[in-house]
Every structure is written in structure tokens, then in C-alpha cells.
């Protein structure tokens, strides 16, 4: 019983802390390689591709992706 205790409360912590490499800050108009759109920018680097869609309706809402 002691042990799924113990794992539960385990799996609460990593479930709570985000990872060290998570970069949340927005991608500069410099470095969007859409120009075309003011709702959509991407990124890209040598191992990573950021893309940033904002919603039209309510432009705090932004989902981030990386590939």
C-alpha cells in the first residue's frame, strides 16, 4: 500500500514541473519566417521548428508548438 503511495505522489511532482528546455517566450518579428499572417509565426532553427498560432477571436490565447 506504502508503495503506490509512493508512486502516486511521485507521478503528482513530474506531473507538475515543466521541463528545463521549455522556452515560453514569443517568437520576435525578426526571426518569423511568416510573413504573411499577423495570427501565425514560425521559427526555425538547427534542431527545432517553433510555430505560434494566435486565436483571431481573443488574441491572449496562443498556442505553441515545437517540432
Not at 509512493?6 to 514541473?17: A, V
Request: aromatic share 12%; charged share 30%.
Amino acid at each position: 500500500m506504502k508503495l503506490i503511495f509512493f508512486g502516486f505522489f511521485f507521478l503528482l511532482i513530474s506531473c507538475g514541473t515543466k521541463p528545463d528546455d521549455c522556452d515560453d517566450s514569443e517568437i520576435p518579428y525578426t526571426e518569423n519566417l511568416c510573413k504573411y499572417s499577423k495570427w501565425l509565426k514560425i521559427s526555425e532553427t538547427k534542431d527545432l521548428v517553433r510555430i505560434e498560432i494566435t486565436n483571431p477571436d481573443d488574441p491572449s490565447q496562443i498556442v505553441k508548438l515545437k517540432l
